[in-house]
């Protein structure tokens, strides 16, 4: 099977610090990844697609510059959260597409998110 | 534009019972939909999917009927224990897009 690795799985940080998110496709490529953010009792809210070696697509109205993203690797992408503010406490989720086709989606374990 | 309508937000059932979730979609691109259950604080795992060349696929209790016609699909977990109490989210995507759009998602409650 497919698993994504995703690190922490919680974390707490004071305001105007910044935190990294990593997720890891542990037995498989992934070109593409995905991150998303769960508000309590919500859907999953898609906020960008990264492409290993390439600037990842934000979607509308998410801040690239607050949402870091890298995918320096078929295996690896990282979210910072830059400037954190108690707003941008939330979960976070990872999920990557494997190269091979028919395995389809898989997605880390999420990452909770406390900036207080 | 929520691209795939999901109903109903939350549902009880009791033990043994039926569980049945409903999607739709309006996107007749779509040619790929799974099921994805999520527990409290955990991210969301891959139950089962249905691509749009078959009518029903089952595994185990989990069963998913896909009308194309309709543009619809549904999830049944059959005699349904509390371990299947969780968030259950449908989706779609379609070939050489990237992007999988969810379902709002449905609490499910299994009473013993």
């Known amino acids: 099977g497919a698993v994504v690795s995703q690190h922490p799985s919680w974390v707490i940080c004071k305001s105007g610090t910044s935190v990294k998110i990593e997720c890891r496709s542990l037995?498989?490529?992934?070109?593409?990844m995905f991150w998303y953010r769960q508000f309590p009792k919500q859907s999953l809210m898609l906020m960008a697609t990264?492409?290993?070696?390439?600037?990842?697509?934000?979607e509308q109205g998410v801040e690239k510059d607050k949402f870091l993203i890298n995918h320096a690797s078929l295996t690896l992408s990282t979210l910072t959260v830059t400037s954190a503010h108690p707003e941008d406490s939330s979960f976070y989720i990872c999920?990557?597409?494997?190269?091979?086709?028919?395995?389809?989606?898989?997605f880390g374990s999420g990452t909770r998110l406390t900036v207080v | 534009q929520q691209q795939v309508k999901q109903s109903p937000q939350s549902l009880i059932v009791q033990k043994g019972g039926i569980s049945i979730i409903n999607c739709a979609y309006e996107?007749?691109?779509?040619?790929?939909f799974p099921w994805y259950q999520q527990f409290p604080g955990k991210g969301p795992a891959l139950l089962i999917a249905?691509?749009?060349?078959?009518s029903e696929k089952k595994e185990g209790r989990f069963t998913i009927s896909f009308n194309k016609s309709a543009k619809q699909f549904s999830l049944h977990i059959m005699d349904s224990q509390p371990g299947d109490s969780a968030t259950y989210f449908c989706?779609?995507?379609?070939?050489?897009?990237?992007?999988?759009?969810f379902g709002t998602g449905t609490r499910l409650t299994v009473i013993p």
């Open positions: 999920s990557a597409r494997s190269t091979r086709t028919g395995l389809g989606y898989t």
């Open positions: 037995d498989f490529q992934a070109t593409t």
């Open positions: 249905i691509r749009p060349d078959v």
């Open positions: 989706a779609a995507s379609r070939t050489g897009a990237n992007n999988l759009f």
């Open positions: 996107n007749t691109a779509f040619d790929y």
């Open positions: 990264s492409n290993e070696g390439s600037k990842a697509t934000y």
